[in-house]
């Protein structure tokens, strides 16, 4: 399934060529010399332009001609401006960019929070870094899963941030939550991100503490922000033994219309690389993206995408009690449509969403099925103002439908037992960003919801503030309640139970210039209201309940330089953990079998300028996980400790005068065997021992080869 989330990678590249006729190249660095990361390069009064790559290097080609004038920005510092001749050759530049003062100076409020993207001086990731993560293999999720909060999860997917599992944290794209955010779920197979890299112009990652406009996340919130309008007609396609990309992009003066097809069948890559599970129907997959955008008036801008996908495979799994293999199958369609207007009115901006969601699931065991329908609508309309240069207050709220129903299927045919449940969550939130001169901000809010399955209303305060030490140092703090329902799993049984809930409290302090950035953040959740259960799949209303509990606390450090080496790109993110929870069907008090206590990830990426590459490499370690095993009784167990060297390479080129660009991407390079865990029998065999298996990924090693080429485009900024 990877080869599904590397394609999109290929998309991000769009914004280094174009087919023009004169090449622009060279570095934006600061005065000391330091190299600038994210700096937009591009001419006047166009839409011509690029951004430069980690090393503060740009190669940019363009089809125009004559008099224009280049410039070059960066949030913190003064514009840079030049006239230029264009004229069919090769233009070399260094730009040197001054610090602006009134911006260095100001404070940012950061607990607890990872930006990504092209626009903001304290992203932790630029667009760029998360297309050459070599762990990453071009998935948001992955890429993001390379930063410290997190753990290791290689063999269920998703985000499993500071203790919390995936459910906990929630993905929003334009102010929006999106309720089916990754594939769907079979035993033993991770979970992919499903939204292109290409379609948002930046990322915020919350680990805690995060804004009162969000709600329903427990631990995290995955915050996506779309593009605005493209800014040529484009032309794409990326090609791969078991996959096929196309995207094409027409554009008018104030519209555009955006299409992504995706077709993914691995039974190529799985009669060439050896899977650790036992395929009946290979992976198939296939997925259409379209979006729309309008410019309206002024500031107006009107959005509309529409998603849909189509996936299903099928394995055997052990069976452990009987000795045989069970054919476990998995069908499923989504569809998604989010709708977005934002625009100023008056001193106001107004931004409204409308979404609604359909996902359907079908889990076949041998001759019985079990199949779950989830739909879900939601209505958002926030407001910002600006009473003053130093005071920004953002109110808002949401209504949120949803409807889920879970049908058991008898031999495949017959419907034998269905359950469902409804609910209704409306949400208001009023929040204050509130200056104190240029070294003290403050961020405080309210959020009130009221539940319509439990008929009771929760009011959740969060605060944050930061305080300028440095020019390039401070330190934040920030505090929040957090309250979300439980999975459909217990809902779906017991739709009486009430949310879930989390306190966070953290503490960072982190150091920031141009090439170095260095944070470390110190954090206590504890959680209350969790679910507990006598065994999963349990229909008895009166087996589920909110007696559960626990904790996580522990220490992130984040560590990246980009001036030791020139071209090179150095970050070590490292993670403490301790957690302990006695929630679902937990016997005692412990941690649970997805949190490592120690996780750290090492990455290296270069640029070879004279043979127009990029090489990455990175390294992940983990210490083991816990587990039970019921052969010696309560006793916590650890899995082996966790080893991973993956590497990637991006040739740029030119094939029969289109750009192209050729990837390989390597995981596990030296092979470790991964065990994330034991399945064990649930009854004795007739030794008296509980059998067991590993829990493995589902490849030892992948490799990816794909070729990308540009059919029609004009450089993008």
Request: charged share 20%; hydrophobic share 35%; net charge positive.
């Amino acid at each position: 399934m990877k080869i599904q989330i590397s394609i999109t990678l290929f998309l991000i590249f769009i914004t280094l060529n174009s087919m023009g006729q004169s090449i622009l190249k060279g570095t934006v660095r600061t005065k000391k010399g330091e190299p600038i990361p994210g700096a937009n390069i591009y001419f006047k009064n166009t839409f011509e332009g690029i951004s430069s790559d980690s090393a503060g290097y740009f190669l940019y080609k363009t089809n125009l001609t004559g008099s224009q004038v280049l410039v070059a920005s960066f949030l913190g510092y003064k514009n840079y401006e030049q006239k230029i001749n264009l004229k069919a050759d090769t233009l070399k530049y260094s730009i040197t960019l001054f610090g602006d003062k009134t911006q260095l100076d100001e404070v940012v409020i950061n607990a607890g929070t990872f930006e990504a993207g092209d626009e903001k001086k304290s992203a932790a990731l630029s667009t760029l870094d998360m297309a050459t993560n070599s762990h990453g293999f071009g998935d948001i999720i992955m890429a993001v899963n390379s930063l410290p909060g997190t753990s290791t999860a290689d063999d269920e997917g998703g985000l499993l941030v500071r203790g919390g599992e995936r459910y906990e944290t929630k993905t929003f794209i334009d102010g929006m939550l999106v309720e089916s955010p990754y594939t769907a779920k079979m035993p033993s197979v991770p979970v992919k991100g499903k939204f292109s890299p290409m379609l948002f112009r930046g990322t915020i990652f919350s680990t805690g503490g995060y804004s009162a406009e969000y709600g329903q996340a427990l631990s995290s919130a995955l915050i996506l922000n779309t593009v605005a309008l493209p800014k040529e007609d484009e032309t794409n396609i990326a090609l791969y033994s078991s996959a096929v990309n196309i995207t094409k992009i027409k554009k008018w003066e104030n519209s555009s219309i955006s299409s992504i097809t995706q077709y993914i069948n691995m039974q190529p890559s799985n009669k060439v690389i050896r899977s650790n599970f036992k395929w009946d129907k290979d992976p198939e997959n296939l997925t259409q993206t379209l979006v729309f955008r309008q410019k309206t008036g002024k500031e107006g801008m009107l959005k509309a995408m529409g998603f849909f996908t189509s996936e299903k495979n099928s394995l055997f799994y052990p069976n452990l009690d009987t000795g045989s293999d069970d054919l476990v199958g998995m069908k499923n369609k989504n569809y998604f449509i989010l709708t977005s207007y934002k625009d100023q009115v008056g001193k106001s901006i107004l931004h409204s969403g409308i979404s609604l969601n359909y996902d359907d699931t079908k889990l076949s065991f041998n001759n019985n099925a079990m199949r779950d329908l989830n739909r879900s609508a939601q209505i958002k309309l926030t407001i910002t103002n600006s009473p003053s240069q130093k005071i920004t207050i953002k109110s808002g709220g949401d209504i949120y439908y949803k409807k889920f129903g879970r049908e058991y299927l008898s031999d495949n045919k017959s419907t034998g037992y269905q359950w469902n449940y409804k609910a209704i969550n409306s949400s208001a939130f009023t929040e204050s960003n509130i200056r104190l001169g240029n070294h003290i901000a403050l961020r405080a809010g309210l959020r009130f919801e009221y539940l319509e399955l439990t008929k009771k209303a929760f009011i959740s305060p969060r605060i944050s503030t930061a305080y300028q030490l440095t020019e390039a140092s401070q330190i934040s703090f920030a505090y929040g309640k957090f309250t979300q329902l439980p999975e459909d799993n217990s809902l779906v049984y017991n739709s009486k139970l009430m949310p879930e809930r989390a306190n966070h409290l953290i503490v960072n302090y982190q150091i920031l210039n141009n090439s170095r950035t260095f944070r470390i953040e110190a954090y206590h959740k504890k959680y209350t209201h969790l679910i507990k259960y006598e065994s999963l799949y349990e229909t008895d209303p009166d087996s589920y309940s909110n007696t559960g509990s626990g904790f996580a606390r522990g220490i992130d450090i984040f560590f990246r330089d980009r001036e030791i080496i020139k071209n090179g790109d150095f970050w070590l993110a490292y993670s403490f953990i301790d957690s302990k929870r006695n929630y679902r069907d937990f016997d005692f008090y412990h941690t649970p079998e997805f949190v490592t206590r120690h996780n750290l990830s090492l990455q290296y990426k270069h640029y070879f300028e004279k043979i127009d590459s990029y090489f990455g490499t990175n390294y992940n370690f983990a210490t083991g996980r816990p587990y039970i095993d019921p052969n010696i009784g309560n006793s916590v167990l650890k899995t082996k400790y966790y080893h991973n060297l993956s590497a990637s390479i991006f040739h740029f080129t030119e094939w029969f005068g289109k750009f192209t660009m050729l990837h390989l991407q390597v995981s596990n390079l030296p092979g470790f065997d991964h065990v994330f865990g034991y399945r064990f029998a649930n009854n004795q065999n007739h030794d008296g021992i509980y059998s067991s298996v590993p829990i493995l990924p589902p490849y030892k090693r992948m490799i990816i080869f794909g070729i990308y080429i540009c059919l029609q485009n004009q450089t993008q900024f």
